[in-house]
């Protein structure tokens, strides 16, 4: 992927039109609910969020021209000289690419580099390594170096260097080192051939030394890293964990690999199979602007719901390969999406959300929410529609508010979103008249209400329905917890100026992981007492805007849609969450929707089609010793002609 390089000494602002129409690149949008950010004309000091569609990156604009000493993690970046004008990052994804949505520096004499604390504290939790970029090549220099994340976010002498780099590499594929730094350092000081000394290995300024052993070693290890990073752009770590099996098959450092040994790496082995569907089970659309907004997944059925021209797709989930099973029409109007129609009034209410009630319920049926969009059109037939999902084969088409006045009808002003509890009794909705409303699914007789003092966006219920979680935007921005059967609010945890898109009840309702709307991040929360104010247990940073994410039923998972078409995934299982693997769906095309169909394999939600994504996950540090023993014997043992 080419980078387009644009001088730190130019401040961005968001790009000028005309550049902006020339790279094709979509201006930066803001809405009502959102905090004033990137516009155009608008000065922007650090990273910089616009980027061209297809994921090029332009490194964000820095006035900074010069090595000043910040708050948080600082040192040198070294290859066989100090690199000045080199890139570094935190690598919060593992990609080996420094994006704008990760904390961006720059290298300045003698390679200095350093960050504000404030800005990699959501890195340094999530463990992510630091990513050295080098901006020109030169012969014999690695095009990237890197190190392990530091231990805390205010270490200073944190040098990145040829050495740190064979370091970082032990913590991502070696499962006797199982991502610790010592660890690492101490498996590349064990056996019989030791690359490195224990001090080049944890980040020795050797350009200063005057051990010119020393420097014909990094001499020697750069070459090596420099062969294998030539060959491939798209996966640096990889390349570097065949340049690092090689050196320890041969017993040497001056090495060279191949692209097939490259094409054999795994982070973390072959404990990792992560993979997409391909090519994604798809459908007709009944309009061409018809995109699909929700998915739920209930009983091996996955129903997705479609807005402009509000249709359900209920597929079949049973099978290795998901089959569509039916689609309908569903709170539609005939004809056109634009067209009036005169029971109705204005057609453009939209289907917004899709809850299927569980087979042991009282009455099992689809949910589907309409909200209407516009601020031109009527509030009539907004609120909660009901069909009988029996058979998911045949779920009766329907009209546009035909229910009015029926126990499959309830209509609820100016709404906004829909959750319902795990055990499909109780649904709740939220509104812009800052308020809730609780419900019995099987009737829709109303078991509470709650007016805020703020707008009111997101909503969940834990497995019962008995405690409803908000998310509020106005007068207080944040989640409140409440008490349905006593109409009490019980907790609020304030997030600043952004309130939570998405709510996500882990099960056994222990704990609860969201992400703000514009965010990268998704965080999770402990909310077993919602008597107190939930406490954050740990975050997932991501490359860019999040879409949507779910969490697998056992914890142990996480699948996060990003903008762009990518999904990235996450293993839960450490007390630090682990990026395992990004993966770019069926034509970059938006991820409406993620949801689980068992504990390894997840429904991604695109336009008019789903993928699955499934993840057989068995993690080094679970290996037992012969898994580990076979892991060395085929990445580490000596050739035979030694």
Known sequence: MKKIQIPRSITLLCMPALFLNVLSITACTEDQYAASGCTQGAVQTNAATCAIPDGTIINEAI??????????????????????????????????????????????????????????AASISANAPLLAIKNQ????????????????????????????????????????????????????????FVIASMAALRGQDY?????????????????????????????????????????????????????????????????????????????????DDEVSTDLHIQDGLAVVGSKWH?????????????????????????????????????TEQVLSAVKVTPSTSLKPSVLVSVERHGEGNFDKGVGLYRADISDPSTIPEKRFAQDAGSVDYYPFIELNDMAISADGNTVI???????????????????????????????????SGSI?????????????????????????????????????????????????????????????NPAISPV??????????????????????????????????YSLTEQTPRFLQGLQVEGNSPINAVDFASNTRAILSLKNKIQTLDAQITLPSNWNDEQKANWYQSHRSPTSSL
């Open 63 to 120: 006035t900074q021209r010069s090595y000043v000493e910040k708050t948080g993690v600082s040192g040198r970046v070294i290859g066989i000289d100090y690199w000045q004008g080199a890139t570094i990052c935190f690598d919060n994804n593992h990609n080996g690419i420094c994006e704008p949505s990760e904390p961006n520096e720059l290298s300045y004499e003698q390679g200095k580099y350093s960050f504000e604390g404030s800005e990699i």
């Open 137 to 192: 090549q030169q012969q014999s220099q690695p095009r990237i170096v890197t190190a392990p994340s530091p231990t805390n976010g205010d270490d200073k002498n944190v040098n990145i260097t040829v050495f740190t780099t064979l370091v970082m590499n032990e913590t991502e594929f070696n499962p006797y080192a199982l991502g610790s730094s010592e660890l690492a350092v101490t498996q590349l000081q064990s056996g019989d």
């Open 207 to 287: 350009v200063s030394a005057t051990d010119n052993n020393l420097i014909t070693l990094t001499d020697q290890v750069a070459n090596s890293l420099y062969q294998a990073q030539s060959l491939t752009g798209e996966s640096p770590y990889q390349a570097m964990a065949a340049m690092v099996d090689q050196m320890y098959q041969q017993h040497t450092t001056i090495t060279s690999v191949t692209q097939a040994e490259i094409n054999q790496q795994d982070i973390q082995s072959e404990g990792i199979n992560i993979h997409l569907s391909s090519p994604a089970i798809s459908w007709n659309t009944g309009h």
């Open 310 to 346: 509000n249709r359900l797709t209920v597929i079949d989930l049973s099978n290795e390969t998901p089959a569509v099973l039916s689609q309908n029409n569903f709170a539609s109007s005939p004809g056109d999406r634009d067209e009036i129609d005169a029971f109705t009034g204005a």
């Open 429 to 463: 909705l939220s509104n812009d008249d800052k308020g809730i409303s609780v419900i019995n699914s099987a009737d829709f007789s109303q078991i509470q209400s709650f007016v805020f003092n703020s707008q009111v966006r997101s909503v969940a219920l834990n497995e």
């Open 468 to 528: 409803a979680y908000v998310a509020l935007f106005g007068a207080r921005t944040g989640m409140a917890i409440l008490d349905v059967n006593s109409g009490e609010e019980t907790a609020f945890v304030s997030t600043g100026n952004q309130y939570p898109e998405l709510f996500r009840l882990l099960k056994g309702s222990k704990k609860m992981a969201l992400y703000l709307r514009n965010g990268k991040s998704v965080f999770i929360y402990d909310v077993s």
């Open 536 to 569: 954050e247990i740990t975050q997932i940073p991501v490359s860019a805007k999040i879409k949507s994410f779910a969490i697998s039923d056992d914890g142990e998972v996480a699948v996060i849609g990003v903008s762009g078409g990518y999904v990235e995934v």
